[in-house]
């Protein structure tokens, strides 16, 4: 009866795989056959753990953010503080006994998660009559990959420098001109390094996210990193480039040109690209609840179309200043 079951059961998530987008993250074993899905909740469900469990860091620079999903409850996220700044003493050669002991008092900061919301994609009944292949799937897929897109820029964006500041360095690129701005150089990566030391930053997990711009300049300018680029694995270009781990991400988020400050997000207003930098133990990744917004085409009698959305609660935070900073576009006079 169990075995009955179970392929009772693998026949059904075969069947589903081809209707949600399943089938194009395992493609072998799926059978297309056309099959009628009657059980919406089920659909749903299914869709939702997809997301969750397929969602896309591996290989990019949010896979070195710990994750602290178990910190989450009602899509908020406790994040523990230490109060007061009272560090434990380290002894030496120590001969004095019993041991002197002290408590630690910690306050935790309540903070919710940022809720994606996707726009609403619709496909009707004489669409899916007349073209050969499963447009509903594709369209799930495409909602999944713009969720994971989204998510990750804003991500970026939430645990880079506001601006300027002793603990959190914005630092400007000194190259050789390009245009009306300066090229980054192997020099400013060491600069960078150096403020970095400066503020006492533990030398292992310093994670650079490295704007294309930036990426193109070094390129340019050091052999060594050309050839760290050429040879990435696992979307990394390098290990250990003067003591960084470096990504090259499309989207690095904007400063303004006069005050130097951070600019909003998706903001219109031109500003200076940046790469930023961050310390793996300064940040944390949660994720929520995601929720999938559907309509069968059968309950849109007058329309005839299917209707699918999402909403994902999702956050990455910088728990401490320590280890961030940025390097954006130096001016040319």
């Known amino acids: 009866m169990k075995n009955k079951f179970g392929i009772i059961f693998g026949l059904v998530l075969m069947v589903l795989a081809v209707a949600t987008g399943f089938a194009k993250e395992h493609p072998k074993g799926v059978a297309m056959a056309a099959v ?4 919406g909740d089920l659909l749903n469900e299914l869709n939702e753990k997809f997301i969750l469990t397929k969602f896309r860091s591996l290989g990019t620079w949010l896979s070195e953010v710990t994750s602290k999903d178990s910190w989450v409850g009602n899509n908020a996220i406790k994040i523990p503080k230490r109060k007061g700044d009272s560090a434990p003493i380290v002894l030496i050669n120590n001969t004095v006994y019993p041991m002197v002991s002290s408590g630690r008092d910690d306050e935790k900061v309540v903070v919710s998660l940022n809720k994606y919301s996707t726009e609403n994609r619709h496909v009707t009944q004489d669409e899916l009559y007349a073209i050969a292949y499963d447009k509903e799937g594709d369209i799930n897929m495409e909602l999944k990959e713009e969720l994971e897109i989204k998510v990750t820029e804003h991500a970026l964006y939430s645990i880079s420098p506001v601006s300027n500041s002793a603990s959190t360095p914005v630092l400007e690129t000194s190259g050789a001109a390009d245009g009306t701005r300066k090229r980054l150089s192997k020099a400013d990566v060491i600069r960078l390094k150096a403020a970095l ?3 006492s930053v533990p030398k292992t997990g310093r994670i650079w996210v490295m704007s294309s711009t930036h990426a ?25 480039y003067y003591g960084f781990k470096i990504y090259e991400e499309v989207y690095t988020p904007t400063y303004h040109a006069t005050t130097k400050a951070k600019l909003a997000f998706d903001s219109v207003t031109a500003g200076r690209t940046s790469s930023i930098i961050f310390h793996k133990s300064s940040c944390v990744k949660a994720k ?34 320590q280890g961030l900073a940025a390097i954006i576009d130096g001016v040319v006079a």
Do not use: M, W
């Open 36 to 39: 009628t899905i009657v059980d």
């Open 216 to 240: 193109n300049d070094l390129l340019l300018e050091d052999a060594a990193f050309e050839k760290g680029y050429h040879n990435r694995v696992d979307g990394t270009i390098s290990i250990n």
């Open 288 to 321: 929520g609840t995601v929720e999938r917004f559907s309509r069968d085409k059968k309950a849109d009698p007058e329309n005839r179309k299917s209707v699918v959305g999402y909403d994902l609660y999702f956050g990455c935070f910088a728990i401490q200043d």
């Open 197 to 199: 030391d400066a503020g």
